[in-house]
């Protein structure tokens, strides 16, 4: 393993924006190096500018997408930003990379190729067309993440694999150090209900379901509800008219009053300190940052019953609905508004996540990154430019 200052692990990202999610997962891992052990640095868009903190440090590519509808197109982009990273390689040193998105695998997997060294990637999605996925975890220098159970029953991987490796995402430790939240009675309360989504404003969050299904809700039940969802709305032209439906979609169903999109906030700890129930209504969320801090101060959840959410949100720390149906969900809404003591504590909602915040991830993570470190490549592999 290097012996020349810390670990430094290179994050194929290719984010434009700095919505969290990944970022925020990275920032969480790098929280907790207070040893000094590890170095995180990530490699993004050429247009990337940091929004949120901490800082993170970067590294630029012109190349680089994270995502795209076009499959094709983003082949066509890894082989000029393989190039990119080549170089980047040249001048600086880098122990480990590790791929977060769809866009960067294949980056990965032609530097892996050309220098014979192993690589990581972490899955953060649950893509409808698995075979891409099935076979790169077959390869012999790629080490795969998944980060729920669910995941690698999706993806049918073979779980004897010794280079798979199930890690969950990460919230901040600090999310255990405050104080838990009050639960009020719903039945008896003085004030709105008050819900919270956290995400983006774009069409795969859903919350359009979200708002049919408290239009459904009767009478009675709907005016106690409040619901703030909190995230930017993306640089995307679909996510600037989905938006403008949403609003269009809350004035109709005549729900301005109490359905509010409220933005991005810096204060996210103290919103949903100040809530009832955490709402996500995404179907197949792989690992949600925001719905384990929820549940970290001790709010119980309202969620799909699909990817990562089957595992996290266990029983008694929140309720699950059928994907996509709007009746489902006014369902569970009902059932949390007119049985609110069927949740348990919110001491034992935070039990339910000690074991994803970042200190215990980043352990999980730790030996995988120094075993891929201290890999030696045979000399007969060995390129010339190593």
Request: glycine share 6%.
């Amino acid at each position: 393993m290097p012996d020349h200052g810390p670990l430094t692990i290179l994050h194929l990202v290719g984010d434009q924006e700095d919505t969290g999610g990944i970022l925020s997962v990275i920032r969480n891992l790098q929280s907790v190096n207070g040893d000094g052990a590890f170095r995180h640095v990530v490699w993004v868009q050429h247009r990337y500018q940091e929004t949120r903190k901490p800082t993170l440090e970067y590294r630029y590519s012109r190349w680089i997408r994270a995502e795209s509808s076009h499959h094709f197109g983003l082949i066509l982009r890894s082989l000029p930003a393989t190039y990119e990273l080549l170089k980047l390689i040249r001048t600086e040193r880098f122990d480990v990379l590790h791929a977060h998105t769809r866009g960067t695998l294949p980056v990965a997997l032609f530097y892996s190729e050309l220098a014979k060294r192993p690589v990581l990637f972490t899955n953060h999605n649950y893509a409808k067309r698995l075979g891409l996925y099935r076979w790169t975890a077959r390869q012999n220098r790629l080490h795969t993440v998944a980060l729920t159970p669910n995941m690698v029953r999706h993806y049918d991987l073979d779980q004897d694999n010794p280079r798979l490796h199930t890690i969950s995402a990460c919230f901040g430790d600090e999310f255990l150090q405050h104080p838990l939240v009050e639960r009020q009675d719903n039945r008896t309360a003085g004030r709105p209900v008050r819900l919270i989504g956290v995400g983006s404003i774009v069409g795969w969050k859903k919350w359009d379901l979200a708002i049919e299904a408290i239009r459904r809700l009767p009478d009675a039940l709907r005016q106690k509800i409040e619901f703030n969802v909190w995230g930017p709305t993306l640089y995307f032209p679909e996510a600037q008219t989905y938006a403008a439906q949403l609003k269009e979609q809350t004035a109709q169903a005549g729900l301005s009053n109490q359905v509010y999109l409220r933005g991005a906030s810096p204060r996210i700890l103290d919103e949903l300190r100040r809530s009832d129930l955490f709402l996500l209504p995404s179907a197949n969320e792989p690992c949600s940052v925001a719905l384990m801090e929820a549940l970290a101060l001790g709010l119980p959840a309202i969620v799909s019953r699909s990817g990562g959410c089957v595992d996290i949100v266990k029983p008694g720390c929140g309720l699950h609905f059928e994907p996509d149906d709007p009746d489902s969900l006014r369902e569970a809404l009902e059932q949390a508004l007119l049985a609110p003591d069927a949740f348990d504590a919110p001491a034992r909602i935070r039990d339910s996540v000690k074991d994803r915040c970042a200190s215990q991830v980043s352990e999980a993570y730790r030996k995988i990154w120094r075993d891929l470190a201290a890999w030696k490549t045979p000399s007969r592999d060995r390129p010339q430019n190593s």
